[in-house]
Protein backbone atom coordinates (compact mmCIF):
# COMPACT_ATOMS: atom_id res chain seq x y z
CA UNK A 1 0.00 0.00 0.00
CA UNK A 2 2.49 2.56 1.13
CA UNK A 3 4.84 1.44 -2.59
CA UNK A 4 1.64 2.15 -4.29
CA UNK A 5 0.87 5.58 -2.33
CA UNK A 6 4.78 6.43 -3.45
CA UNK A 7 4.58 5.27 -7.01
CA UNK A 8 1.59 7.81 -7.54
CA UNK A 9 3.00 10.33 -5.82
CA UNK A 10 6.35 10.01 -8.26
CA UNK A 11 3.60 9.91 -11.27
CA UNK A 12 2.05 13.10 -10.04
CA UNK A 13 5.76 15.16 -9.65
CA UNK A 14 6.73 13.99 -12.60
CA UNK A 15 3.44 14.76 -14.60
CA UNK A 16 3.27 18.37 -13.28
CA UNK A 17 6.67 18.90 -13.98
CA UNK A 18 5.85 17.73 -17.80
CA UNK A 19 3.22 20.11 -17.91
CA UNK A 20 5.39 23.45 -16.52
CA UNK A 21 7.96 22.01 -18.94
CA UNK A 22 5.54 22.25 -22.07
CA UNK A 23 3.99 25.61 -20.43
CA UNK A 24 7.38 26.77 -21.16
CA UNK A 25 7.97 26.02 -23.94
CA UNK A 26 5.24 27.55 -25.07
CA UNK A 27 5.81 30.78 -23.40
CA UNK A 28 9.17 30.92 -25.05
CA UNK A 29 7.59 30.38 -28.69
CA UNK A 30 4.95 32.98 -28.27
CA UNK A 31 7.92 35.64 -27.01
CA UNK A 32 9.94 34.58 -30.17
CA UNK A 33 6.60 34.73 -32.24
CA UNK A 34 5.74 38.50 -30.43
CA UNK A 35 9.30 39.58 -31.10
CA UNK A 36 9.42 38.72 -34.45
CA UNK A 37 6.45 40.14 -35.26
CA UNK A 38 7.02 43.73 -33.37
CA UNK A 39 10.39 43.26 -35.62
CA UNK A 40 8.60 43.12 -38.65
CA UNK A 41 6.38 46.61 -37.51
CA UNK A 42 9.16 48.21 -36.08
CA UNK A 43 10.76 47.79 -39.53
CA UNK A 44 7.99 48.86 -41.30
CA UNK A 45 7.78 51.88 -38.91
CA UNK A 46 11.51 52.96 -39.42
CA UNK A 47 11.37 52.63 -43.51
CA UNK A 48 9.90 56.54 -42.80
CA UNK A 49 10.89 57.62 -39.08
CA UNK A 50 14.57 56.14 -39.39
CA UNK A 51 15.82 55.58 -35.19
CA UNK A 52 18.54 58.36 -33.94
CA UNK A 53 21.42 55.83 -33.24
CA UNK A 54 23.09 58.18 -31.38
CA UNK A 55 22.80 58.97 -27.06
CA UNK A 56 23.04 62.58 -25.82
CA UNK A 57 26.64 61.94 -25.08
CA UNK A 58 27.40 60.89 -28.29
CA UNK A 59 26.11 64.09 -29.95
CA UNK A 60 27.78 65.93 -27.71
CA UNK A 61 30.76 63.95 -28.62
CA UNK A 62 30.30 64.77 -32.29
CA UNK A 63 30.05 68.68 -31.54
CA UNK A 64 33.15 68.81 -29.53
CA UNK A 65 34.56 66.64 -32.32
CA UNK A 66 33.41 69.23 -34.57
CA UNK A 67 34.71 72.49 -33.18
CA UNK A 68 37.93 71.12 -32.13
CA UNK A 69 38.94 70.52 -35.71
CA UNK A 70 39.35 74.24 -36.02
CA UNK A 71 36.83 74.57 -38.98
CA UNK A 72 37.98 74.67 -42.92
CA UNK A 73 38.08 78.09 -44.91
CA UNK A 74 35.98 78.51 -47.81
CA UNK A 75 36.70 79.11 -51.31
CA UNK A 76 37.06 82.64 -50.72
CA UNK A 77 39.05 82.56 -47.67
CA UNK A 78 37.04 84.97 -45.87
CA UNK A 79 34.94 82.44 -43.50
CA UNK A 80 35.79 79.60 -41.53
CA UNK A 81 33.18 76.20 -42.04
CA UNK A 82 32.31 73.73 -39.09
CA UNK A 83 30.55 71.05 -40.64
CA UNK A 84 28.47 68.64 -38.62
CA UNK A 85 28.27 70.31 -35.36
CA UNK A 86 24.75 67.80 -35.20
CA UNK A 87 24.23 65.18 -37.73
CA UNK A 88 21.54 62.93 -38.74
CA UNK A 89 21.14 59.80 -40.51
CA UNK A 90 19.66 59.74 -44.10
CA UNK A 91 17.90 57.60 -46.26
CA UNK A 92 19.95 58.62 -50.10
CA UNK A 93 16.23 58.73 -51.45
CA UNK A 94 14.85 61.30 -48.68
CA UNK A 95 13.88 65.19 -49.24
CA UNK A 96 16.09 66.70 -46.64
CA UNK A 97 14.49 71.00 -46.11
CA UNK A 98 17.92 72.72 -46.31
CA UNK A 99 17.79 76.13 -44.83
CA UNK A 100 19.96 79.16 -43.13
CA UNK A 101 19.75 81.71 -40.71
CA UNK A 102 21.69 83.98 -37.98
CA UNK A 103 21.80 82.69 -34.95
CA UNK A 104 19.08 85.23 -33.62
CA UNK A 105 16.94 83.41 -36.07
CA UNK A 106 17.18 79.92 -35.03
CA UNK A 107 13.87 80.83 -33.18
CA UNK A 108 12.43 79.86 -36.24
CA UNK A 109 13.33 75.80 -36.10
CA UNK A 110 10.47 75.25 -33.86
CA UNK A 111 8.32 75.85 -36.18
CA UNK A 112 10.10 74.17 -39.05
CA UNK A 113 10.89 71.06 -36.68
CA UNK A 114 6.67 71.16 -36.52
CA UNK A 115 5.66 70.68 -39.88
CA UNK A 116 8.66 69.02 -41.61
CA UNK A 117 8.52 65.66 -40.55
CA UNK A 118 12.23 64.51 -42.75
CA UNK A 119 15.49 65.52 -42.27
CA UNK A 120 16.40 69.25 -41.52
CA UNK A 121 19.69 70.76 -42.41
CA UNK A 122 20.28 74.03 -41.11
CA UNK A 123 23.26 76.31 -41.84
CA UNK A 124 24.30 78.69 -38.77
CA UNK A 125 26.17 82.30 -39.51
CA UNK A 126 27.91 83.73 -36.63
CA UNK A 127 29.10 87.49 -37.52
CA UNK A 128 31.19 87.60 -34.01
CA UNK A 129 32.89 85.69 -31.86
CA UNK A 130 30.46 86.04 -29.32
CA UNK A 131 27.56 85.11 -31.52
CA UNK A 132 30.04 81.99 -32.56
CA UNK A 133 29.55 81.15 -29.06
CA UNK A 134 25.90 81.44 -28.61
CA UNK A 135 26.05 79.00 -31.25
CA UNK A 136 28.20 76.25 -30.31
CA UNK A 137 25.98 76.36 -26.73
CA UNK A 138 22.57 76.50 -28.37
CA UNK A 139 23.82 73.72 -30.35
CA UNK A 140 24.68 71.79 -26.94
CA UNK A 141 21.44 72.70 -25.12
CA UNK A 142 19.51 71.64 -27.97
CA UNK A 143 21.02 68.42 -28.66
CA UNK A 144 20.34 67.74 -24.81
CA UNK A 145 16.86 68.65 -24.71
CA UNK A 146 15.75 67.98 -27.88
CA UNK A 147 14.68 64.47 -29.34
CA UNK A 148 14.06 65.68 -32.75
CA UNK A 149 16.97 67.90 -33.02
CA UNK A 150 19.20 64.67 -32.37
CA UNK A 151 17.63 62.64 -34.75
CA UNK A 152 16.24 64.73 -37.71
CA UNK A 153 18.77 67.88 -37.74
CA UNK A 154 21.97 68.33 -39.27
CA UNK A 155 23.54 71.63 -38.10
CA UNK A 156 26.78 73.23 -39.28
CA UNK A 157 28.78 76.68 -38.65
CA UNK A 158 30.39 79.56 -40.21
CA UNK A 159 31.49 82.81 -39.05
CA UNK A 160 34.90 84.96 -40.21
CA UNK A 161 37.76 83.49 -41.06
CA UNK A 162 39.77 85.65 -38.25
CA UNK A 163 37.19 83.88 -35.13
CA UNK A 164 37.34 80.25 -34.16
CA UNK A 165 34.14 79.06 -32.74
CA UNK A 166 35.13 77.74 -29.19
CA UNK A 167 34.48 74.06 -27.67
CA UNK A 168 32.14 74.95 -24.70
CA UNK A 169 33.35 75.31 -21.35
CA UNK A 170 32.59 72.35 -18.94
CA UNK A 171 30.84 75.13 -16.97
CA UNK A 172 28.70 75.67 -20.04
CA UNK A 173 25.73 76.44 -21.24
CA UNK A 174 25.93 78.95 -18.42
CA UNK A 175 22.23 80.02 -17.92
CA UNK A 176 21.29 77.35 -20.48
CA UNK A 177 22.25 74.47 -18.25
CA UNK A 178 19.09 75.47 -15.63
CA UNK A 179 16.42 74.26 -18.80
CA UNK A 180 15.05 71.21 -18.94
CA UNK A 181 12.88 70.79 -21.82
CA UNK A 182 13.20 71.34 -25.61
CA UNK A 183 10.47 74.21 -25.33
CA UNK A 184 12.48 76.36 -22.37
CA UNK A 185 15.96 76.57 -24.32
CA UNK A 186 13.59 78.11 -27.09
CA UNK A 187 11.72 80.56 -24.82
CA UNK A 188 15.12 81.16 -23.56
CA UNK A 189 16.83 81.93 -27.08
CA UNK A 190 14.04 84.17 -27.55
CA UNK A 191 15.00 86.24 -24.74
CA UNK A 192 18.50 86.77 -25.49
CA UNK A 193 18.00 87.18 -29.54
CA UNK A 194 18.68 90.50 -31.14
CA UNK A 195 16.93 90.09 -34.52
CA UNK A 196 17.50 93.02 -36.35
CA UNK A 197 16.67 94.64 -39.62
CA UNK A 198 17.67 91.69 -42.82
CA UNK A 199 21.08 91.69 -43.25
CA UNK A 200 22.50 94.41 -40.71
CA UNK A 201 24.59 92.60 -39.15
CA UNK A 202 26.37 95.04 -37.31
CA UNK A 203 29.47 94.51 -38.07
CA UNK A 204 31.70 94.62 -41.64
CA UNK A 205 31.21 91.09 -42.42
CA UNK A 206 28.56 90.43 -45.34
CA UNK A 207 26.17 87.65 -44.54
CA UNK A 208 26.97 84.77 -47.25
CA UNK A 209 23.77 83.15 -48.20
CA UNK A 210 24.51 81.23 -51.35
CA UNK A 211 27.49 79.74 -48.61
CA UNK A 212 25.09 79.03 -46.43
CA UNK A 213 22.58 77.30 -48.92
CA UNK A 214 25.17 74.96 -50.18
CA UNK A 215 26.56 73.83 -47.10
CA UNK A 216 23.37 72.89 -45.62
CA UNK A 217 22.19 71.04 -48.78
CA UNK A 218 25.59 69.42 -48.62
CA UNK A 219 25.35 65.46 -49.52
CA UNK A 220 21.69 65.80 -49.77
CA UNK A 221 19.92 63.83 -53.40
CA UNK A 222 16.45 65.83 -53.24
CA UNK A 223 16.46 68.75 -51.04
CA UNK A 224 14.11 71.88 -51.03
CA UNK A 225 16.42 75.15 -50.06
CA UNK A 226 14.35 77.90 -48.35
CA UNK A 227 14.47 80.78 -46.04
CA UNK A 228 14.50 79.99 -41.99
CA UNK A 229 10.96 82.36 -41.68
CA UNK A 230 8.87 80.24 -44.22
CA UNK A 231 6.48 77.32 -43.24
CA UNK A 232 6.14 74.37 -45.23
CA UNK A 233 2.28 73.35 -45.94
CA UNK A 234 1.20 70.14 -43.81
CA UNK A 235 2.03 66.87 -44.71
CA UNK A 236 4.17 68.23 -47.34
CA UNK A 237 7.48 66.10 -46.93
CA UNK A 238 5.29 62.56 -46.66
CA UNK A 239 4.01 63.84 -50.19
CA UNK A 240 7.05 64.41 -51.69
CA UNK A 241 8.21 61.32 -50.84
CA UNK A 242 5.61 59.24 -51.83
CA UNK A 243 5.78 60.97 -55.13
CA UNK A 244 9.44 60.41 -55.68
CA UNK A 245 9.42 56.64 -54.54
CA UNK A 246 6.68 55.95 -57.11
CA UNK A 247 8.62 57.14 -60.05
CA UNK A 248 12.06 57.74 -61.26
CA UNK A 249 11.61 60.27 -64.13
CA UNK A 250 12.09 63.13 -61.86
CA UNK A 251 15.49 63.40 -62.77
CA UNK A 252 16.21 66.85 -64.47
CA UNK A 253 12.75 68.30 -63.39
CA UNK A 254 12.38 71.21 -60.55
CA UNK A 255 9.63 70.76 -58.51
CA UNK A 256 8.53 73.84 -57.97
CA UNK A 257 6.85 74.84 -54.79
CA UNK A 258 4.92 78.01 -54.97
CA UNK A 259 5.80 80.65 -52.01
CA UNK A 260 3.31 83.00 -50.22
CA UNK A 261 4.06 85.61 -47.86
CA UNK A 262 1.65 86.08 -44.45
CA UNK A 263 0.48 89.64 -43.03
CA UNK A 264 0.37 88.00 -39.62
CA UNK A 265 2.34 84.76 -38.51
CA UNK A 266 0.04 83.81 -35.89
CA UNK A 267 -1.97 81.80 -38.30
CA UNK A 268 0.57 80.10 -40.84
CA UNK A 269 -2.19 78.20 -42.71
CA UNK A 270 -1.69 74.02 -43.01
CA UNK A 271 -3.87 72.97 -45.94
CA UNK A 272 -4.57 74.96 -49.62
CA UNK A 273 -8.03 75.55 -48.45
CA UNK A 274 -6.95 77.26 -45.38
CA UNK A 275 -4.85 79.36 -47.38
CA UNK A 276 -7.60 80.06 -50.26
CA UNK A 277 -9.46 81.64 -47.80
CA UNK A 278 -6.85 83.94 -46.03
CA UNK A 279 -5.36 84.31 -49.74
CA UNK A 280 -9.11 85.44 -50.88
CA UNK A 281 -9.28 88.29 -48.01
CA UNK A 282 -6.04 89.54 -48.46
CA UNK A 283 -3.85 88.22 -45.47
CA UNK A 284 -1.81 86.28 -47.86
CA UNK A 285 -0.22 87.03 -50.46
CA UNK A 286 2.36 85.93 -53.51
CA UNK A 287 6.06 85.94 -52.63
CA UNK A 288 7.84 88.89 -52.76
CA UNK A 289 4.67 90.80 -54.03
CA UNK A 290 5.46 94.46 -52.93
CA UNK A 291 9.43 93.99 -53.52
CA UNK A 292 10.18 92.24 -56.66
CA UNK A 293 6.51 90.61 -58.32
CA UNK A 294 8.63 89.23 -61.10
CA UNK A 295 10.84 87.52 -59.42
CA UNK A 296 7.70 85.64 -58.66
CA UNK A 297 5.18 85.92 -61.41
CA UNK A 298 5.86 82.90 -63.77
CA UNK A 299 4.59 80.33 -60.86
CA UNK A 300 1.29 81.66 -62.37
CA UNK A 301 -0.68 82.19 -58.92
CA UNK A 302 -3.92 82.72 -60.55
CA UNK A 303 -3.81 79.23 -62.23
CA UNK A 304 -2.14 77.59 -58.96
CA UNK A 305 -4.92 78.88 -57.02
CA UNK A 306 -8.15 77.44 -59.26
CA UNK A 307 -6.49 74.22 -60.08
CA UNK A 308 -9.14 71.56 -58.73
CA UNK A 309 -8.93 69.81 -55.36
CA UNK A 310 -6.89 66.71 -55.28
CA UNK A 311 -5.40 64.60 -52.63
CA UNK A 312 -2.08 63.51 -54.01
CA UNK A 313 1.00 65.55 -54.71
CA UNK A 314 1.96 66.05 -58.46
CA UNK A 315 3.33 68.03 -60.66
CA UNK A 316 0.22 70.30 -62.12
CA UNK A 317 1.84 72.05 -65.16
CA UNK A 318 5.16 73.08 -66.72
CA UNK A 319 6.37 76.79 -66.73
CA UNK A 320 9.48 77.91 -69.05
CA UNK A 321 12.08 79.77 -66.76
CA UNK A 322 12.31 83.39 -67.42
CA UNK A 323 14.95 85.92 -66.34
CA UNK A 324 14.40 86.98 -62.98
CA UNK A 325 12.38 83.98 -61.92
CA UNK A 326 13.44 82.89 -58.49
CA UNK A 327 11.18 80.28 -57.67
CA UNK A 328 11.70 77.39 -54.59
CA UNK A 329 11.51 73.89 -56.09
CA UNK A 330 12.86 70.30 -55.10
CA UNK A 331 15.26 68.76 -57.54
CA UNK A 332 17.34 65.93 -57.43
CA UNK A 333 20.94 64.15 -59.36
CA UNK A 334 23.36 66.93 -60.84
CA UNK A 335 22.01 69.99 -59.50
CA UNK A 336 23.98 73.00 -59.85
CA UNK A 337 25.44 74.77 -56.77
CA UNK A 338 24.62 78.32 -55.65
CA UNK A 339 27.14 80.88 -56.50
CA UNK A 340 28.83 81.77 -53.35
CA UNK A 341 30.61 85.65 -54.92
CA UNK A 342 26.45 86.64 -54.28
CA UNK A 343 26.72 87.71 -50.66
CA UNK A 344 23.72 90.27 -48.61
CA UNK A 345 21.08 90.91 -51.26
CA UNK A 346 20.06 90.62 -54.72
CA UNK A 347 20.58 87.72 -56.98
CA UNK A 348 21.85 85.02 -54.83
CA UNK A 349 18.91 83.02 -55.66
CA UNK A 350 18.04 84.25 -59.41
CA UNK A 351 21.53 83.53 -60.42
CA UNK A 352 21.24 79.76 -59.37
CA UNK A 353 17.73 79.17 -60.91
CA UNK A 354 19.55 80.79 -64.26
CA UNK A 355 22.15 78.14 -64.46
CA UNK A 356 19.17 75.36 -63.35
CA UNK A 357 17.32 76.44 -66.55
CA UNK A 358 20.78 76.63 -68.33
CA UNK A 359 21.83 72.95 -67.55
CA UNK A 360 18.72 71.70 -69.11
CA UNK A 361 16.48 71.93 -65.76
CA UNK A 362 12.56 71.84 -66.59
CA UNK A 363 10.33 73.94 -63.98
CA UNK A 364 7.18 72.05 -62.92
CA UNK A 365 4.76 73.50 -60.38
CA UNK A 366 3.21 71.30 -57.71
CA UNK A 367 -0.76 71.09 -57.24
CA UNK A 368 -0.72 71.46 -53.31
CA UNK A 369 2.25 71.84 -51.15
CA UNK A 370 3.09 75.32 -50.63
CA UNK A 371 5.58 77.82 -48.77
CA UNK A 372 4.64 80.75 -46.12
CA UNK A 373 6.66 83.56 -45.26
CA UNK A 374 6.00 84.81 -42.09
CA UNK A 375 5.15 88.28 -42.64
CA UNK A 376 4.90 90.56 -45.43
CA UNK A 377 8.32 91.89 -47.40
CA UNK A 378 8.21 95.37 -47.46
CA UNK A 379 11.09 97.91 -48.77
CA UNK A 380 11.35 99.75 -45.36
CA UNK A 381 12.04 96.33 -44.02
CA UNK A 382 15.93 96.13 -45.67
CA UNK A 383 18.82 98.35 -44.34
CA UNK A 384 20.35 101.55 -45.77
CA UNK A 385 22.60 99.65 -47.37
CA UNK A 386 20.49 97.69 -49.65
CA UNK A 387 20.59 98.92 -52.96
CA UNK A 388 24.50 99.65 -52.92
CA UNK A 389 24.52 95.59 -52.43
CA UNK A 390 22.35 94.89 -55.03
CA UNK A 391 23.74 97.06 -57.03
CA UNK A 392 27.03 95.19 -56.90
CA UNK A 393 25.32 91.79 -57.33
CA UNK A 394 23.57 92.93 -60.45
CA UNK A 395 26.99 94.20 -62.18
CA UNK A 396 27.94 90.03 -60.78
CA UNK A 397 25.04 88.60 -62.27
CA UNK A 398 25.83 90.14 -65.78
CA UNK A 399 29.07 88.61 -65.84
CA UNK A 400 27.95 85.10 -64.29
CA UNK A 401 25.26 85.28 -67.59
CA UNK A 402 28.34 85.62 -69.57
CA UNK A 403 30.38 82.53 -67.72
CA UNK A 404 27.66 80.25 -68.44
CA UNK A 405 27.88 80.53 -71.85
CA UNK A 406 31.60 79.27 -71.68
CA UNK A 407 30.50 76.55 -68.92
CA UNK A 408 27.49 75.45 -70.90
CA UNK A 409 28.31 75.58 -74.38
CA UNK A 410 26.35 73.25 -76.36
CA UNK A 411 23.38 74.47 -74.36
CA UNK A 412 20.39 75.97 -76.66
CA UNK A 413 19.29 77.92 -73.37
CA UNK A 414 20.52 80.92 -72.33
CA UNK A 415 19.42 83.87 -69.08
Known sequence: MQMSYAIRCAFYQLL?????????????????????????????????????????????AQLRTALASGGVLDASGDYRVYRGLLKTTMDPNDVILATHASVDNLLHLSGLLERWEGPLSVSVFAATKEEAQLATVLAYALSSHCPDMRARVAMHLVCPSRYEAAVPDPREPGEFALLRSCQEV????????????????????????????????????????????????????????????????????????????????????????????????????????GLCTPCQAPTNYSRWVNLPEESLLRPAYVVPW??????????????????????????????????????????????????????????LKFHPQKEVENQHNKILYRQFKQELKAKYPNSPRRC
Open 186 to 289: FDKLARVAQPGINYALGTNVSYPNNLLRNLAREGANYALVIDVDMVPSEGLWRGLREMLDQSNQWGGTALVVPAFEIRRARRMPMSKTELLQLYQVGEVRPFYY
Open 322 to 379: QDPWEPFYVAGGKVPTFDERFRQYGFNRISQACELHVAGFDFEVLNEGFLVHKGFKEA
Open 16 to 60: LAALMLVAMLQLLYLSLLSGLHGQEEQDQYFEFFPPSPRSVDQVK
